[in-house]
């Protein structure tokens, strides 16, 4: 992305790339990002936008708690704003892309510093702001500290203290029971049920 007198505009090969990625037609991105800056004139969304965004998506779950967790997601150069690529890169993966890929981007939700890592701290921090969201879907779920310990000790196979992005991925896509259901409950952050 970039900016002409001061207004953000989208390049030719960032049109290529998110329509390569996306499927969809150079016109519908350039349509996109107009609909993005009419919303965000600078081109870039504040976390305050973010959580406007979240509410109205999410009216029905309590996903306050875990806003600056998603956040993180989509602020892939970590600058403390989204901008159009970064959202609609990360928009089409959660959507269409593939089970690595989508839980690649979920890890950055696990991963509270971005420093390439989940250390124990980061999953019991993160599993204290889910917990509204998994208590209310099951009343009888085990208690926090458990499902901490358990998820990491699924995660951290070769038992440094830390998980990394291969070892999260390969215990959500080997169905490690507490593992999954974390990457399902994130997932259904991004996914709005039918109901």
């Not at 990360?90 to 420093?115: T, W």
């Amino acid at each position: 992305m970039g900016s002409k007198n001061g207004k953000p505009v989208l390049r030719e090969e960032d049109i290529t790339a998110l329509s390569k990625s996306s499927g969809l037609e150079g016109a519908q991105v350039q349509e996109a990002f107009d609909a993005f800056v009419a919303e965000h004139p600078n081109g870039r969304m504040k976390p305050k936008d973010f959580r406007t965004m979240m509410s109205q998506a999410l009216p029905k779950k309590d996903a306050s708690k875990m806003e600056k967790h998603v956040f993180r997601v989509y602020d892939t150069n970590n600058d403390g704003y989204i901008d159009f690529v970064e959202f609609m890169v990360i928009f089409y993966i959660m959507s269409d892309g593939a089970p690595e890929d989508v839980l690649g981007k979920i890890f950055r939700v696990f991963d509270v510093n971005s420093d390439g890592t989940i250390t124990k701290k980061e999953l019991n921090r993160l599993i204290k702001d889910m917990y509204g969201l998994l208590k209310t879907e099951d009343p009888n779920i085990a208690a926090k500290d458990l499902i901490a310990k358990s998820a990491f000790a699924e995660m951290d196979k070769d038992e440094d203290g830390k998980v990394s992005t291969d070892e999260f991925i390969t215990a959500c896509l080997s169905q490690e029971e507490f593992s999954k259901m974390l990457a399902i409950k994130v997932i259904d952050i991004f996914v709005e049920d039918d109901d």
